[in-house]
């Protein structure tokens, strides 16, 4: 069962992921492979696929240059047995990761010098029908670095990069020709907004969805969902499709007996894996509870796109004027972790702003996936920095943003590369995010910063001015 849940749970982060170009490092053991893939990569985020059949479980880890995104694949050491062939299982590792991969990262040894067992690798990966880039690792010397490589031109594998994986020279160059290799994003065709309504047994979830059908009477088909934990409708409105996942209806139609505790929160996380937008549905009456708070923080933490729905909102007496925004604000500071996302008040029963939820729904999405011109962003950042400069430690030395982008969407995550992270206190972070929150919008989706150290040299100096002249 655990291994089960395990296995679905990894799918669904692969899935997520899927869309992402690979890119696979190979290369004898101790040639720098693993140095070199924490230099690519973003962070610790790795993420394991376990497949039965191969010996060590590959890690695939998110990477970006400029525009590009991408995993990286460490495939682990090609080893020969008597220098002559690869130990079978290995070679099934890396044969696994190529054949997935948009490209491949050769990396050989520059210290070393050329072996034969880089040639036996070079003439088996000339027979596989990926486009190879050739690393030579360890070239710490500018100088001596092309010297060094220039042996490597006999692989036939093309031009031989000068690397250092400890200290990253000469990687700019090695990922400006990676990137020509790697497809551009495909978006999907047919756009489908999922929809979770997520909350506590007897909120109305299974209500409003019955609101929302009402309120669209072209409904497609109620269809079994992809998993066991709830059942999707398919919603057709206007020019939009909805894939509404619905975790009640399931505990309703299988009528199963559960204590009044019964909560399915596992179903609920879940659910919000599913989904783009989650609806938080809240008793008005019994107002936010500790396990809406739990539902709150993953719906965060997952990037997740959300509407606070406030319902049964006619069952709430004596109303007055400022009842709404009192109730707002007791609810808001509840659920801080979700100050971005727009509230409403609702009632499932009377239809009340029913229509004006699905309204949110779509406004919600569109930013969830909203890309921004990487020259807005740096204008941002200067507009920023002029207001309130980046702090200066205690030695004296000055945090400096050299410019920012966003690398990705669903949730929108702007990397900023700084000349050191650790300068950049947790106060300057929230700063900046409430400087992007403020000219971007963002209403309704949460967003990344990724603070990139990254130091510039000449090398990747005109690059940096290329990008900031964009402006
Ligand atoms: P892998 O087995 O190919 O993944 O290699 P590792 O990344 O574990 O590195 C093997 C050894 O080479 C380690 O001792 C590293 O410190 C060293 N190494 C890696 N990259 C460089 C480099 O750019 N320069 C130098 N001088 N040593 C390196
Ligand atoms: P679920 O368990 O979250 O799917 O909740 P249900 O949709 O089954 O609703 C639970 C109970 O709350 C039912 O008795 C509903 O009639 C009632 N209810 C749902 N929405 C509203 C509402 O907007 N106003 C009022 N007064 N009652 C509601």
């Given amino acids: 069962m655990k291994g089960q849940r395990s296995k679905l749970r990894s799918s669904l982060i692969a899935a997520r992921f899927m869309p992402l170009p690979i890119v696979a490092i190979i290369g004898r053991p101790n040639v720098g492979k693993s140095t070199i893939v924490n230099r690519l990569a973003n962070c610790q985020d790795a993420i394991v696929h376990d497949e039965p059949g191969i010996t060590r479980d590959r890690t695939y880890r998110p990477a970006y240059w400029g525009e590009h995104e991408y995993q990286v694949v460490d495939t682990g050491g090609l080893v020969f047995d008597d220098e002559t062939e690869f130990l079978p299982m290995i070679r099934e590792q890396a044969m696994a990761a190529l054949a997935e991969a948009s490209a491949a990262i050769f990396v050989v040894d520059g210290k070393v010098g050329l072996t034969g067992g880089d040639e036996a690798i070079a003439s088996w990966l000339r027979l596989q029908r990926v486009p190879v880039v050739l690393a030579v690792n360890k070239c710490e010397s500018e100088n001596t670095g092309l010297t060094q490589a220039a042996d490597f031109w006999q692989l036939g594998l093309g031009e031989p990069f000068p690397v250092s994986g400890i200290h990253g020279n000469g990687t700019g160059e090695l990922l400006d020709q990676l990137v020509t290799h790697l497809p551009t994003e495909v978006l999907p065709e047919v756009e489908e907004t999922k929809v979770a309504i997520i909350g506590r047994p007897n909120v109305g979830k299974s209500s409003l969805l019955n609101?929302?059908?009402?309120?669209?009477?072209?409904?497609?088909?109620?269809?079994?969902?992809?998993?066991?934990?709830?059942?999707?409708?398919?919603?057709?409105?206007?020019?939009?499709?909805?894939?509404?996942?619905?975790?009640?209806?399931?505990?309703?139609?299988?009528?199963?007996?559960?204590?009044?505790?019964?909560?399915?929160?596992?179903?609920?996380?879940?659910?919000?894996?599913?989904?783009?937008?989650?609806?938080?549905?809240?008793?008005?009456?019994?107002?936010?509870?500790?396990?809406?708070?739990?539902?709150?923080?993953?719906?965060?933490?997952?990037?997740?796109?959300?509407?606070?729905?406030?319902?049964?909102?006619?069952?709430?007496?004596?109303?007055?004027?400022?009842?709404?925004?009192?109730?707002?604000?007791?609810?808001?500071?509840?659920?801080?972790?979700?100050?971005?996302?727009?509230?409403?008040?609702?009632?499932?029963?009377?239809?009340?702003?029913?229509?004006?939820?699905?309204?949110?729904?779509?406004?919600?999405?569109?930013?969830?996936?909203?890309?921004?011109?990487?020259?807005?962003?740096?204008?941002?950042?200067?507009?920023?920095?002029?207001?309130?400069?980046?702090?200066?430690?205690?030695?004296?030395?000055?945090?400096?943003?050299?410019?920012?982008?966003?690398v990705r969407s669903e949730p929108p995550t702007i990397a900023l590369f700084v000349n050191d992270p650790k300068r950049f206190t947790e106060n300057y972070r929230r700063y900046m995010e409430s400087q992007f929150r403020k000219h971007l919008g963002f209403t309704g989706t949460p967003m990344r910063l990724l603070w990139r150290g990254k130091k510039v040299r000449e090398s990747e100096q005109s690059s940096t001015n290329r990008a900031l002249r964009v402006k």
């Avoid at 996380?269 to 936010?288: C, E, M, N, S, T």
């Avoid at 709430?316 to 500071?333: F, G, L, N, Q």
């Fill in 211 to 406: 609101a929302f059908l009402g309120e669209n009477r072209a409904i497609v088909s109620p269809i079994s969902g992809t998993t066991r934990d709830a059942i999707d409708t398919i919603v057709q409105r206007g020019d939009n499709t909805y894939r509404l996942i619905d975790t009640a209806g399931i505990r309703k139609k299988k009528n199963v007996e559960y204590g009044a505790e019964f909560f399915g929160i596992n179903r609920a996380f879940k659910a919000i894996r599913r989904a783009d937008v989650v609806l938080l549905v809240i008793d008005a009456i019994d107002g936010v509870t500790d396990q809406d708070q739990k539902l709150a923080d993953r719906i965060s933490q997952e990037g997740r796109a959300c509407i606070i729905v406030i319902n049964k909102w006619d069952a709430v007496e004596d109303k007055e004027s400022d009842t709404i925004y009192e109730y707002e604000k007791e609810a808001r500071s509840r659920l801080y972790f979700l100050d971005w996302a727009e509230m409403i008040f609702v009632s499932a029963v009377t239809g009340q702003r029913v229509e004006k939820t699905i309204e949110l729904v779509d406004k919600a999405s569109s930013e969830h996936k909203r890309r921004v011109a990487t020259a807005v962003i740096n204008e941002v950042i200067e507009e920023a920095t002029s207001w309130h400069s980046a702090p200066v430690t205690r030695q004296g030395k000055q945090g400096k943003i050299y410019y920012g982008t966003q």
